[in-house]
């Protein structure tokens, strides 16, 4: 009999999807870990497992405690999964912008759902701080207490990326990764993978594909939290360096526009066969930009984070797009 033990057994080990057309095009090997088929259809599982683990580890999460974080609503879900699977309840803070899918999605994994206006980090009603402030208080008055995940600070994030998806991209491509980019929302995936890649090849290069708004992109190409424009994507875009991505081996950084994100995400649907959220179209855009600097004959891996019907009422809706001047594919109108 061949049985997984636990639910928390399906996260991680997921396959490398070459990007046929993607290479085709650049003369390099384009690679895409395939994590939305981690059992909570997204690549912040492996975060949720990593925070509740060493939560479990430190004696902070207590047997029949409260998880509870701020979160766009991938973290969340994977949290509510895991932390079901391992007996506990889960509290999250949305931003009411976030998709609907995504809160219907947290709501189906049994989270409790606080949804708060989207104001900026440094208003104390900011998503992530009221997730703090909530924490405390369930601490002091649950039975079984209760943490705060804290994903953006808490480097159990990045650690877990250290320890898996570092290494499987390494052994998956038998060392012959020359180049990796993803986005960064807290930096866990960037960090984690950046780190353990270099420290099996010094030479591989790293770089960030941003988002429009976020200030990663000038942070490491001119050293200035600075930005430009805005973007419809989720999950990703950051304001500052968070403690995950302190001390990550970045070389490079491409700032990628809705646009591009778009025509990007477009083509891997009748090209690829593949229906992606927004983050997945930043990664592959930035991989090809990769691709151009390091020049045919290259590998480079990127990771597909999640799937577009999570995002079926915005990236894929017509009406969506055009209220926003944003191009609709023939297929979709
Ligand atoms: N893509 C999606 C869809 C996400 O939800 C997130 C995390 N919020 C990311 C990418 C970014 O991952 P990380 O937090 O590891 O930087």
Not at 24 to 52: H, M, W
Not at 94 to 107: D, F, G
Not at 260 to 270: G, I, S, W
């Amino acid at each position: 009999m061949t049985t997984s033990q636990s639910l928390t057994d399906l996260i991680g080990k997921t396959p490398l999807i070459r990007l046929n057309r993607v290479s085709e095009e650049t003369g390099c090997e384009i690679y895409g870990k395939a994590e939305f088929l981690n059992p909570g259809q997204s690549v912040k599982d492996r975060a949720a497992l990593g925070i509740i683990r060493d939560a479990e580890a430190s004696g902070a999460l207590k047997p029949g405690g409260i998880i509870v974080e701020g979160t766009a609503g991938n973290t969340g879900i994977g949290l509510a999964m895991v932390g079901a699977a391992l007996g506990y309840r889960t509290q999250i803070v949305i931003p009411r912008t976030q998709s609907e899918e995504k809160k219907i999605a947290l709501r189906l994994h049994g989270a409790e759902l606080v949804e708060v206006d989207a104001v900026p980090y440094d208003n104390p009603n900011n998503y992530v701080h009221y997730s703090r402030r909530l924490a405390e208080e369930l601490a002091e008055k649950e039975p079984n207490g209760a943490i705060w995940a804290n994903q953006f600070d808490n480097v159990a994030n990045r650690n877990i990326h250290i320890a898996t998806t570092g290494p499987e991209i390494w052994e998956q491509t038998e060392g012959k990764v020359d180049g990796f980019t993803c986005a960064v929302g807290t930096g866990g995936t960037l960090a984690g993978v950046a780190m353990a890649l270099k420290e099996r090849k010094n030479d591989v290069t790293i770089a960030v594909s941003d988002p429009g708004g976020s200030k990663i992109h000038d942070w490491y190409k001119k050293g200035e939290l600075t930005t430009e424009g805005g973007s419809i994507t989720e999950g990703i875009g950051q304001g500052r360096v968070t403690a995950n991505l302190e001390g990550a081996p970045i070389d490079d950084a491409f700032r990628i526009h809705d646009s591009e994100m778009l025509e990007t995400l477009f083509r891997l649907v009748t090209e690829e066969g593949l229906c992606l959220g927004g983050s997945s179209g930043i990664n592959i855009a930035g991989a090809k930009r990769l691709a151009k600097e390091l020049g045919p004959g290259h590998t480079i891996v990127t990771v597909l984070c999640d799937y577009g019907h999570r995002y079926a009422s915005k990236l894929y809706n017509p009406e969506f797009l055009r209220e926003k001047d944003l191009p609709v594919p023939p297929w979709l109108s």
